[in-house]
């Protein structure tokens, strides 16, 4: 039985094949196309599923599409008539794309596919919280789902059991955490569904000083994590805007203006807009127990990226275990609809074993072998090294122990907006300047943002507090006390942007600013070849932490072919790249072409 989840139209289009309840493949669109967060019709992304599996379109028994688009389209008509004639240009701008396209999702669908099968469309939130709950260890667990907004939904939460999820209830448009969270990301001068996590990043630098005047005024918040929000500051049902003249006036100036300087309020915004967040989700993880009584707690949907509030849930909340999907946002809506066709549909059997998830690393992405990528380098006379397979965690871990930045890019791409070890940026935590070279000449990105630690399973908890896998990077936790550094009285009273330049710990190019990170656990039964380097990088240099970020700069997706890591590397002060057992070395490669199309699609045979 071949179904294939599919998630359009909003952003982060993605497909998923899941074969006789096995996730086989899975990808985002923006990979392929290289438009970051590319919300338009997943065609590369399904070929690739197919192609992966060895199908043809005809052998697809049932496409789940994620969301319901005549409810969704009856949620979008109501509101315009609720606020009209306010948001005139709003809706003249929505309605042709709707009217031509998504209304016909099945028609589209069979068209774009040239498929004549079955179609089914599972809510928004069914989507989400089947992709929390199916995929996780727990054959029983309840689960949250939070995000913008599905069809009218924008948290929900209910219990999943076996091969079955119920929904119990949930909270409507317009009321929303996650646009409230967006309306801070649009307001601290970010880009909407794509700067949240820099709002995330920057509030430890803040002060919570407009908490109070949120929770008094934007949000009405009850003690079962329930609320409602003040709409008369926002923009976002009818407008082109998230927040309004209002919400300045409320707070003291306009919005800031993208890539002005960074003030100490954008700062405090930041800051106070996440305890607000984390206050609503600890209040919701509460509630939810209270009701169901079960042990285990799977999250899904964008604000579940959250992971300073997911670590919170873990630590101070009434669940003794969390799971959270790796590919939470909408992406991740087409793995949980093509799994609620096959339990909650078909009604086939599930076990678990309350240990091992079956998300396989979330490694589901197109992958090159050698024969591919020595083919590219030839075809394209690209200077390199050919090492042996055990050669390459000794070699890899004497270039971070001498601070070099390297391009890692092995095995299947990763699905979800996190690199895993799959298509990585690796470099040394030791190194107190790593974090700024890598942000500002690596990345191109801000200098606040911090950086992920890889960590071998079996050392995490000699590193940071936590007693157990993150492999998904999906946790903050604590530095260890053991290995922080003791601040002197004036380092002590930096403020702002000061704060970035103390050493923290052993290892300050992954200890944030408030002594946390966001941990990936490496396990040797999903990544055999990175948990090698790492562990060989331990067993010289006596650290069982890297850095890991994301193989890609500022604005660009996650590279996903050989073409991409290529361009990207060159394009970038990184002093290596690692591709397969393929080394290539800045200093030997030629200037790149200047007229080199940067988006050139590099095709997957």
């Not at 949620?75 to 003249?92: D, K, V």
């Not at 596919?113 to 599972?122: A, Q, S, V």
């Not at 000794?394 to 930045?405: C, G, P, Q, R």
Request: with cysteine.
């Amino acid at each position: 039985m071949n179904i294939l989840g599919i998630s359009a139209f909003y952003h982060d289009s993605a497909a998923c094949l899941v074969q006789d309840g096995q996730i086989t493949a899975a990808a985002q669109e923006e990979r392929f196309t290289r438009k970051k967060h590319d919300h338009s019709f997943p065609k590369n992304a399904v070929n690739f599923c197919i192609r992966h599996a060895g199908l043809t379109t005809d052998q697809v028994d049932i496409v789940a599409f994620y969301d319901k688009p005549f409810i969704k389209f009856e949620r979008i008509l109501e509101t315009y008539m609720a606020y009209a004639p306010i948001g005139i240009q709003s809706f003249i701008k929505a309605m042709p794309l709707w009217i031509k396209e998504k209304l016909w999702m099945k028609e589209y669908i069979k068209k774009e596919l040239n498929y004549e099968g079955k179609i089914i469309f599972p809510e928004h939130h069914e989507s989400h919280a089947a992709s929390a709950f199916f995929p996780s260890p727990y054959q029983e667990a309840a689960f949250i789902t939070m995000d913008g907004v599905g069809e009218w939904a924008t948290a929900s939460y209910g219990t999943g059991r076996d091969n079955e999820i119920e929904i119990y209830a949930d909270i409507r448009f317009p009321h929303s955490l996650g646009l409230l969270y967006s309306a801070f990301t649009y307001y601290t001068g970010f880009k909407v569904n794509s700067g949240e996590y820099k709002v995330m990043g920057l509030a430890p630098y803040g002060e919570p000083k407009f908490r109070d005047l949120i929770l008094s005024e934007l949000i009405d918040l009850k003690e079962d994590g329930s609320f409602k929000m003040n709409m008369k500051y926002f923009n976002y049902c009818a407008g082109l805007t998230m927040t309004n003249r209002k919400f300045d006036r409320l707070f003291g100036g306009p919005p800031r203006r993208p890539e002005t300087r960074l003030t100490q309020r954008d700062m405090d915004l930041a800051r106070s807009v996440q305890d607000v967040t984390e206050e609503v989700m600890m209040r919701m993880a509460r509630h939810v127990h209270k009701e169901t009584g079960l042990k285990n707690l799977c999250l899904a949907g964008g604000v579940a990226l959250n992971c300073v509030g997911n670590g919170k849930i873990l630590r101070e909340g009434p669940f003794e275990n969390i799971w959270i999907q790796p590919a939470a946002g909408d992406a991740g809506g087409a793995l949980g609809a093509a799994l609620f066709a096959w339990y909650q549909v078909l009604g086939n059997p599930r076990q678990s074993d309350n240990v091992h998830d079956v998300q396989s690393g979330s490694y589901l992405g197109p992958e090159y072998g050698e024969d591919a990528i020595e083919a590219y380098l030839k075809e394209n006379d690209i200077p390199y090294t050919k090492l042996k397979e055990n050669e390459i965690p000794e070699k890899i871990a004497d270039l971070i122990a001498d601070e070099k930045v390297i391009g890692w890019f092995q095995g299947r791409m990763e699905f979800g907006p996190r690199a895993l070890g799959g298509r990585s940026i690796i470099g040394d935590a030791r190194s107190p300047k790593m974090q700024e070279i890598m942000n500002l000449k690596i990345k191109f990105r801000e200098s606040f943002r911090p950086f992920a630690p890889s960590v071998t399973i079996d050392k995490v908890s000699d590193y940071f507090e936590l007693d157990r896998e993150s492999p998904y990077m999906l946790l903050v936790a604590p530095v260890r006390k053991e290995i922080r550094r003791e601040m002197t009285s004036d380092e002590n009273s930096y403020f702002g942007l000061e704060k970035l330049h103390v050493v923290r710990s052993s290892v300050p190019a992954i200890t944030h600013v408030d002594y946390s990170a966001r941990v990936q656990t490496v396990n040797p039964d999903t990544h055999p070849l990175y948990y090698q380097m790492i562990q060989t990088f331990d067993k010289k240099y006596k650290c069982p932490v890297i850095i890991n970020t994301s193989f890609n700069v500022r604005g660009e997706p996650i590279v996903c072919a050989p073409h991409d890591a290529y361009l990207c590397f060159m394009r970038t002060n990184m002093d290596y790249l690692i591709m397969g057992s393929y080394l290539l070395e800045k200093t030997d490669q030629k200037p790149l072409d200047k007229d080199i199309d940067w988006l050139k699609e590099f095709e997957l045979d």
